[in-house]
């Protein structure tokens, strides 16, 4: 079973529109939830951290956290061509310094 | 100083070549690590240091060697090297203490080519 999974993807959606992107987790105790953004060729970027059930907005960007669930989304409003990147959402797993990460969404945000 | 350097940014070597990724970082993060990433795949951990000490090793072949001399740098030395290894090479840190909500900072990466 893959410890940290995302909606396969690519995910193709217009400017100005809502791209919802999803994640589950199999180790029951993981701690902490993130999503990276990662243009080809550079390396990840943290964009949301969240690791208390509910959402957690910053500015177009709202991650959502379900524990019961195992399940973490992130939600980009108001998509805009620059947003166009792969999307990784990474867990540290519970007791241990590792930060592992699904295998990535990618996004295309249309003109 | 809120960054993760890694040098070089591009890496060709033979097979029969030893070489040398460095990684340095001034936030006093006490945990540091190495990832490996191929194209179209997503990050892959390999090594983690904490306080200088090395405390997961993800069973990455012995042709890869970390190091941390320090606090602030982290070393990954390269020898016999197979095509397939070719990727890009990532480093990253954290504070353990802000690690939940702050997570890893990563370095540019090495790109790096085995020929």
């Known amino acids: 079973q893959k410890e940290v999974e995302q909606n396969s993807g690519p995910l193709s959606v217009p400017e100005g529109a809502i791209a919802s992107l999803n994640c589950t987790y199999s180790?029951?105790?993981?701690?902490?939830f993130f999503w990276y953004r990662q243009y080809s060729g550079k390396s990840p970027e943290l964009i949301m951290s969240i690791y208390s059930n509910g959402d957690k907005e910053d500015g177009r960007f709202t991650a959502q956290l379900n524990k019961a669930s195992q399940y973490v989304s992130l939600l980009i409003r108001d998509s805009q061509p620059s947003d166009s990147a792969t999307y990784l959402c990474a867990v540290i797993q519970g007791g241990s310094e590792k930060l592992v990460f699904g295998k990535g969404t990618k996004l295309t945000v249309n003109p | 100083d809120t960054e993760v350097t890694q040098t070089p940014k591009h890496l060709v070597m033979g097979m029969t070549n030893k070489k040398s990724l460095k990684c340095e970082q001034h936030m006093g993060h006490r945990a540091m690590y190495w990832y490996k990433q191929k194209a179209k795949k997503p990050p892959e951990l390999m090594f983690v240091y904490s306080y200088e000490k090395l405390s997961i090793n993800e069973s990455v072949p012995s042709r890869f060697s970390p190091e941390c001399p320090n606090s602030s740098l982290l070393n990954l030395h390269l020898h016999a090297l197979q095509p397939e290894d070719s990727a890009l090479y990532l480093c990253?840190?954290?504070?353990?203490?802000?690690?939940?909500?702050?997570?890893?900072?990563f370095g540019s990466g090495t790109r790096l080519t085995v020929v």
């Open positions: 990253a840190s954290s504070q353990s203490q802000d690690r939940v909500r702050y997570g890893y900072t």
């Open positions: 180790d029951r105790v993981s701690q902490s």
